[in-house]
């Protein structure tokens, strides 16, 4: 298998011409990380006269070697990179799929320029502006309705990447020994943790909500709806890495949005913006978007896949007692 390296130029090249990604005498200017993803190994590559995405999957989490993952989740995200492209509402707020590797789990996109996630939101001192969130409801809005199903079948089930998804979401955060410190991350918080771990109530309610993320749907969700999944370009905002996209309950989508809207400390008006301008929120269940909601704050404060959260320890103590209350209502 060809493992993509930024420190092999050379190696790097030939397997770029040997593809026709490099057209004849087209060199490598440089190589560079555009970002700091989580989930694969993600390459700009700049020539004299353009620049392009590589992304690679493997048999791991990136950043976290220890967490095996789906090797070719890669392919699963071009799929839906092809699904999509049809639909200018959704395909103008991504990147462009411009070749597939199936063999070396191995994507080219089209590359978005220079830009930041908005992580940034995490500092909580940012607001993110009403045009700018506008822009990702019209996006999540156009993504559930364009690809709607009539009849569930099994097109981008994605079942690997849910089932690793399920785990981080409902079953890891709530064991009592993970092997996972949380004071490391923050000096209390193992002990405001436990209590959650040995709440059978809501570990009772998680075991549906759970369920309910592994059924199929009528949707297409992008499954991974949250700051770091969202780029301000000189273009606008942009919409990347939807790996876990399957067909599913699109309660999920907004739920993870509206939960990072609170991880994030925004204004409650800023909540209600979004539920006004998704245009079928009258249609949602909102005794599962609640409960997804507060899943997804819970996870992000005592599970593995933390926040770069400047927050202290009190106001998490606050907001893993809020999520409680959505979930179990």
């Given at each position: 298998m060809f493992i993509l390296k930024a420190n092999?130029?050379?190696?790097?090249?030939?397997?770029?011409?040997?593809?026709?990604?490099?057209?004849?005498?087209?060199?490598?200017v440089s190589v560079s990380k555009p970002g700091e993803g989580n989930m694969n190994c993600v390459l700009r590559i700049?020539?004299?006269?353009?620049?392009?995405?590589?992304?690679?999957?493997?048999?791991?989490?990136?950043?976290?070697?220890?967490?095996?993952?789906?090797?070719?989740r890669v392919l699963t995200e071009a799929a839906f990179y092809q699904k999509i492209a049809s639909t200018k509402e959704v395909q103008d707020i991504m990147p462009t799929l411009l070749g597939i590797d199936a063999v070396n789990n191995l994507i080219v996109l089209e590359d978005l320029g220079k830009s930041n996630d908005y992580n940034v939101l995490y500092d909580l001192k940012e607001k993110i502006p009403e045009e700018e969130l506008l822009q990702l409801v019209h996006y999540i809005n156009s993504l559930h309705q364009s690809f709607e199903k009539k009849v569930v079948d099994?097109?981008?089930?994605?079942?690997?990447?849910?089932?690793?998804?399920?785990?981080?979401?409902?079953?890891?955060?709530?064991?009592?020994?993970?092997?996972?410190?949380?004071?490391?991350?923050?000096?209390?918080?193992?002990?405001?943790?436990?209590?959650?771990?040995?709440?059978a109530e809501l570990k009772e309610k998680m075991e549906r909500l759970g369920s309910?993320?592994?059924?199929?749907?009528?949707?297409?969700?992008?499954?991974?709806?949250?700051?770091?999944?969202?780029?301000?370009?000189?273009?606008?905002?942009?919409?990347?890495?939807?790996?876990?996209?399957?067909?599913?309950?699109?309660?999920?989508?907004?739920?993870?949005?509206?939960?990072?809207?609170?991880?994030?400390?925004?204004?409650?008006?800023?909540?209600?913006?979004?539920?006004?301008?998704?245009?079928?929120?009258?249609?949602?269940?909102?005794?599962?978007?609640?409960?997804?909601?507060?899943?997804?704050?819970?996870?992000?404060?005592?599970?593995?896949?933390?926040?770069p959260l400047k927050m202290d320890l009190k106001t998490k103590v606050d907001l893993l007692a809020f999520a409680r209350e959505l979930i179990l209502k």
């Open positions: 092999e130029p050379k190696e790097l090249a030939a397997y770029l011409y040997q593809h026709k990604w490099l057209t004849d005498g087209e060199t490598i700049e020539t004299a006269t353009r620049s392009f995405i590589l992304k690679q999957s493997r048999g791991y989490v990136e950043k976290y070697p220890q967490v095996l993952a789906p090797e070719n099994e097109e981008l089930a994605n079942a690997a990447m849910k089932a690793l998804n399920y785990e981080h979401l409902f079953e890891y955060p709530f064991k009592e020994d993970n092997g996972f410190d949380l004071d490391l991350v923050q000096v209390g918080l193992q002990m405001v943790a436990m209590p959650y771990k040995k709440d309910l993320y592994l059924s199929k749907g009528k949707c297409l969700l992008h499954g991974d709806f949250y700051p770091g999944s969202w780029l301000k370009t000189s273009d606008g905002i942009k919409v990347i890495d939807p790996e876990f996209c399957f067909y599913g309950l699109r309660e999920f989508d907004l739920g993870v949005l509206l939960a990072h809207l609170y991880l994030t400390q925004q204004q409650e008006s800023t909540i209600v913006f979004v539920k006004e301008n998704y245009s079928s929120f009258d249609e949602l269940n909102t005794t599962i978007l609640n409960g997804f909601i507060g899943i997804e704050i819970m996870r992000r404060i005592i599970g593995l896949a933390q926040l």
